[in-house]
């Protein structure tokens, strides 16, 4: 038997999740049967009462998402490694997309309003998981996010693996920058190596970008890895290159 995956989503629009099954790598690794996406509605598993948000005991603003049909619909998944989305959670990383990967029945609980029934959270939920330090107002966004960002890494899914090995934050350092045709666009020329047909070469240009660009955009990322030899002295190299000629610039600023 080949690795399957089964990720579930309990939501109150799950359907928002839907079109992003039918296409790139998620498309594939389903149609491959190695992932089966599950959509739990919440609006037709509360039967009685039909209602699944209430307002919260003790007042104020806002709606909570009852946890009867929350627990009914965790029931119906059959059992799997239970994360509900949270922006007070964990934050998702590469690193820990990798780990979750390991479970291979996943349960994602979408949350919106003011979330969930706290004791959903105490008895059901094994894993809280934040995108990121900003609140969406629907779990639903972070389920996509997640879903792509895990369907990824599961056999299969990328046309070209090594594509996805190159990608940010794979060996803790940012990407490369890519060019593609024309060769001159606007007065600018493709750098010069990556014509060259020499691949050692090319490597070589690429490790070196990548350590100049994380140290440029994301220097926390180079206190954490342990650099061979050679990407030492590569880095060496570029901090004199950049000291003698630029001074750190971040475009987005
Ligand atoms: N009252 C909550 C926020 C609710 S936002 C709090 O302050 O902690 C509504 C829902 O959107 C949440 O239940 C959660 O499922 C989702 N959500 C919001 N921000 C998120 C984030 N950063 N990461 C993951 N899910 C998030």
Known sequence: MSEKWIFDFIAIFPELIKPFLEVGPLKKVIEAGTLEVRLFDLKKIADSPKQIDDYPYGGGPGMVIKPEPLKRAIEKTGGGYVIYFSPQGDRLTQELAHRLI??????????????????????????ELSIGDYVLSAGEIAGIVVLDVLSRLLP?????????????FESSLLDAPYYTRPREFEGMEVPEVLLSGNHKLI????????????????PDLLENIDLSPEEKKLLEEIIKEVLAHEGPHNKGN
């Open 203 to 218: 490597e070589k240009w690429r490790k070196r970008e990548a350590l100049k660009r994380t140290l440029l955009k994301r």
């Open 102 to 127: 390991e479970k291979r029945h996943i349960v994602f609980i979408c949350g919106r309003y003011k979330g969930v029934d706290e004791r959903i959270v105490e008895k059901y939920v094994d894993l």
């Open 156 to 168: 299969d899914a990328m046309g070209d693996m090594d594509s996805a090995r190159t990608d940010s």
